[in-house]
């Protein structure tokens, strides 16, 4: 390898990681004023790239956040990045790829009235996949907890723009790790409706029929997205719709979708287990199947072949 050290695109060019520094009066780093979006490899490929660039750009406009670059600007230097640190990764890893963009720097005074001329912070970084630490996920489920802590009305913050201000999705993941460690929160809404965790949707299986929470109400992922047209080419019922905990606790079968993670089944809501916590289940199955066909490998198995010997 020509340079052992990862590279980002940093306002205008590419540099050693090591060198780069956000100023502390960025204007993400003071307020979360800032959005950003994130793909994952497979073998080194970024999955769907210019549909998550897309959505960045949706955030940005959300946001009224102007990058100075357009749409194909961020994906030339998105796979810039990708094609050097890549290389640098160990066998059987891949890693995430995401771009993050801030107002800028604050200006002399805090709302910026003295003139200050400000441009947006422009990063675009990547590092690995903690496929270790997930691995089990696909061989017991993952335990899904709903919090005390409600998720945020999107007629105060819209969750369709995906920010850097994710304390109320901390929040509840605090909360559910005090409750059952290595559990994965999903919030719910005033009405106890479920809406989404901290990068993942959920969805739920019930009768042959697939359900997952209206878009208005959660980041649109674009796993869930796919997952949602893999349905229609297997011919699985699916639909938007308010789900409770009453469809959690009595569902067939329930996953949780995000880039990371693809499709991950799982076993239990809240200590009461999934169609007695045998997962994945068969419709589970199908779709986390086809999504590896899609992805060009069995994502599965590249999670599991990093479970410790004898675990």
């Not at 769907?48 to 600007?73: F, N, Q, V, W």
């Not at 030339?76 to 790829?97: I, K």
């Not at 239990?268 to 287990?273: H, I, K, L, P």
Request: glycine share 10%.
């Amino acid at each position: 390898m020509a340079n052992e050290n990862p590279v980002v695109f940093f306002n205008g060019s590419m540099k050693l990681e090591s060198e780069v520094g956000i100023s502390i009066r960025d204007r993400g780093y003071l307020y979360g004023d800032a959005v950003f979006d994130a793909t994952r490899t497979f073998n080194g490929a970024p999955f769907k790239l210019r549909e998550h660039i897309h959505r960045l750009y949706d955030s940005l406009r959300y946001m009224r956040i102007d990058p100075g670059m357009d749409p194909e600007a961020m994906e030339h230097w998105s796979l810039e990045v990708v094609a050097h640190n890549y290389p640098l990764l160990p066998p059987n890893q891949d890693m995430w790829v995401m771009q993050r963009i801030s107002r800028g720097v604050e200006g002399g005074v805090p709302d910026g009235s003295n003139g200050a001329e400000n441009h947006a912070t422009v990063l675009i970084e990547s590092h690995a996949i903690p496929f270790a630490s997930r691995a089990s996920l696909y061989r017991d489920g993952a335990k899904v907890r709903t919090p005390s802590v409600p998720r945020i009305p999107p007629r105060f913050v819209s969750p369709r723009a995906k920010t850097h201000n994710y304390l109320n999705l901390i929040l509840g993941d605090l909360e559910a790790q005090g409750v059952e460690p290595g559990s994965w929160a999903v919030l719910l809404d005033e009405n106890g409706n479920l809406t989404e965790g901290r990068g993942s949707n959920i969805f739920l299986v019930k009768d042959g029929q697939l359900s997952t929470p209206k878009g208005q109400f959660v980041l649109e992922g674009i796993t869930r997205d796919t997952v949602l047209s893999l349905a229609t080419g297997l011919d699985i019922p699916a639909m938007e719709r308010d789900i409770d905990l009453f469809d959690a606790y009595t569902a067939d079968e329930a996953f949780l979708t995000s880039t990371s993670l693809c499709i991950c089944p799982v076993s239990s809501v809240n200590g009461t287990d999934v169609a007695g916590g045998q997962v994945p289940g068969p419709i589970t199955q199908r779709l986390m199947s086809a999504f590896s066909d899609l992805a060009g490998m069995d994502y599965v198995s590249q999670y599991l072949v990093h479970l410790p010997e004898g675990a």
